[in-house]
């Protein structure tokens, strides 16, 4: 089994850190999406969509969507369990999961890629070429911002983002506030109840993976 | 159990599918988008995200993203399974259902409320104002072309989208394809794999729920 990762990009870190939780090694691989390593005819023969993560089981499987990816980890090994181990506890965590993907994800990825210069005519995942739109970047920040304010209001009623217990909706607002700082957008002072979430989760070992 | 709905909406009709190949029936409560039914007092009360579809579980648990609402009935009666079996088909079924939401559902999205008169100052889902943003509107309709192609391209080497069974991929692919026409974005006479593909999923009675 392969896992083909580029460190800092938010959904390799978000597989990183459920496989960190998990205690799961797996083999990686880099390729370098500052330099281009997404477009070579290489890594587009293996992964035509030019993304990272993308895992690649024994029997030449290829999983190439981060959310799936640690459903397959998820169900080889269920403990501790990240995605709910009741039909209840399974549903709140993957609308809270998803919930994080449309409104703290989508935009910071809006916000990058139609704003940074290093993703001029790259504004859409993949090797077809889309010019930017800046009205779509500085809607990103504004989502951003409101994205702290919805995610600051949950944690002031639920000590994680889907419940009593940590699991991949934490994962992954954590990664989207590191990466909302790329655009410039962190939680204010006011943002409490995130603040105080941010560092308990931090502190967990699997931060660093 | 309760289901707010609203019959034409794409992820309602994703959810409504899903029930109608399980054969579970479920009490729906109509909230009429086209009418501003989900920005009243009384439903923002139930989902300040206005929103549907929304299941609310009978001991008051509220979930409010469809694809969490199919993994709850997945979870409560997995057979006919339609979101995969073992951990590989469930990964693999997982990534395509994704895939189909980044490069068909949320480019039909874009195209909607960025370009319709009935959408303006609501380009985004909620009820907060965002101006709409035309050129992202064509942005999403050029997408919608090249994930007709891809799915085209799929549909030849694959009976059905996610692999040799019907799966919620499908259910999905085939929601957008007629939310795509909403935008006047439908496939060409070249994509006989989809059309055939289409004409099959039609053929179920699912189809019409």
Same mark, same amino acid.
């Given at each position: /089994?392969? %896992?083909?990762? !580029? ?22 691989? =880099?390729?370098? #999406?500052?330099?281009?390593?997404? !477009?070579?005819?290489? !890594? ?9 993560? /993308? ?17 397959? !980890? ?8 990240? /995605? =709910? $181990?009741?039909?209840?506890? /399974? ?10 993907? #449309?409104?703290?994800? *989508?935009? =910071? ?6 704003? *940074? ?5 790259? @504004?859409?995942?993949? $090797? ?8 779509? @970047? ?12 919805? %995610?600051?209001?949950? %944690?002031?009623? $639920?000590?994680?983002?889907? =419940?009593?217990?940590? $699991?991949? @909706? ?40």
């Amino acid at each position: /089994m392969k %896992l083909y990762n !580029f460190d800092p990009a938010p959904n390799a870190r978000r597989v990183r850190i459920f496989l960190a939780e998990k205690g799961i090694e797996v083999e990686t691989v =880099g390729v370098d #999406l500052r330099d281009g390593g997404q !477009f070579t005819d290489d !890594f587009q023969a293996i992964n035509p969509r030019c993304t990272v993560p /993308m895992l690649e089981l024994d029997d030449g499987t290829r999983i190439d969507e981060s959310g799936a990816i640690c459903r397959y !980890f998820e169900a080889i090994q269920p403990s501790p369990s990240l /995605m =709910g $181990s009741t039909p209840t506890e /399974m549903a709140v965590i993957e609308a809270w999961h998803r919930r994080i993907e #449309l409104e703290g994800l *989508a935009p =910071g990825s809006d916000a990058l890629r139609n704003g *940074a210069k290093s993703f001029k005519d790259r @504004a859409v995942s993949g $090797s077809r070429p889309f010019p930017q739109i800046p009205e779509l @970047a500085e809607r990103g920040v504004k989502r951003l911002h409101l994205f702290f304010d919805m %995610l600051n209001s949950r %944690l002031g009623e $639920s000590p994680y983002v889907a =419940g009593p217990e940590f $699991s991949i @909706a934490d994962i992954l607002a954590y990664v989207v506030i590191d990466f909302a700082a790329w655009v410039k957008a962190v939680p204010s002072d006011e943002h409490t109840n995130l603040k105080a979430w941010y560092a308990k989760v931090a502190e967990r070992p699997s931060s660093k993976a």
